[in-house]
């Protein structure tokens, strides 16, 4: 988003939350917009209204943030987790000899709950009442943590997920990251 489309944003928080605390200063305005200027105005804007219609509070950051990705990633709110078991179920029942494709067809979610193919050929290869109590179980917990993970990761620019991801690499090899 551009500047001068952020201004307008903050023109309509201004004018429906007549805090005069709310964004006071050009120091506030800069950090509001290097925090949300990777979103596209539209999102930004359709977030904000949404927002506007349903609370009677100012909007934080992350209220922007996170109205934003529900409207980009509808896909992370769809599928509950007995749904996305389901599909599972069905990937198991044909994993004995086709474990990678099944894998590959799976939503991302449940790829991570799962961890990869061969998981799914051991699952085929045991007894049903292990995988319908034990390991549906586990597979409820991942995918409920890999849900999680994926909306708290689509909150953020991309820019800020591969610094993290350098971070991490960096501290897996002991080297020291770069002052900011």
Same mark, same amino acid.
């Given at each position: 988003?551009?500047?001068?489309?952020?201004?307008?944003?903050?023109?309509?928080?201004?004018?429906?939350?007549?805090?005069?605390?709310?964004?006071?200063?050009?120091? $506030?305005?800069?950090?509001?917009?290097?925090? %949300?200027?990777?979103? *596209?105005?539209?999102? +930004?804007? @359709?977030?904000?209204? &949404?927002?506007?219609?349903?609370?009677?509070?100012?909007?934080?950051?992350?209220?922007?943030?996170?109205? $934003?990705?529900?409207?980009?990633?509808?896909? %992370?709110?769809?599928? *509950?987790?007995?749904? +996305?078991? @389901?599909?599972?179920? &069905?990937?198991?029942?044909?994993?004995?000899?086709?474990?990678?494709?099944?894998?590959?067809?799976?939503?991302?979610?449940?790829?991570?709950?799962?961890?990869?193919?061969?998981?799914?050929?051991?699952? +085929?290869?045991?007894?049903?009442?292990?995988?319908?109590?034990?390991?549906?179980?586990?597979?409820?917990?991942?995918?409920?943590?890999?849900?999680?993970?994926?909306?708290?990761?689509?909150?953020?620019?991309?820019?800020?997920?591969?610094?993290?991801?350098?971070?991490?690499?960096?501290?897996?090899?002991?080297?020291?990251?770069?002052?900011?």
């Amino acid at each position: 988003m551009r500047k001068e489309e952020f201004k307008i944003l903050v023109k309509a928080m201004k004018a429906v939350y007549a805090d005069p605390k709310f964004i006071p200063d050009q120091y $506030a305005y800069d950090v509001w917009f290097a925090m %949300l200027e990777d979103l *596209s105005y539209e999102a +930004a804007h @359709s977030a904000l209204v &949404k927002f506007m219609m349903t609370s009677k509070f100012p909007p934080t950051i992350a209220d922007i943030r996170e109205r $934003a990705t529900e409207l980009v990633h509808p896909d %992370l709110q769809e599928m *509950s987790e007995l749904e +996305a078991w @389901s599909l599972t179920r &069905k990937a198991i029942s044909n994993s004995i000899y086709h474990a990678e494709e099944e894998f590959e067809k799976l939503p991302e979610a449940c790829k991570i709950a799962i961890g990869n193919s061969e998981t799914l050929r051991e699952w +085929a290869t045991m007894d049903s009442d292990t995988i319908g109590s034990v390991e549906q179980s586990h597979f409820i917990r991942n995918y409920r943590t890999a849900v999680e993970r994926m909306k708290l990761d689509a909150k953020l620019p991309a820019d800020f997920r591969n610094r993290i991801a350098e971070i991490r690499n960096m501290a897996l090899i002991g080297v020291t990251a770069p002052a900011m």
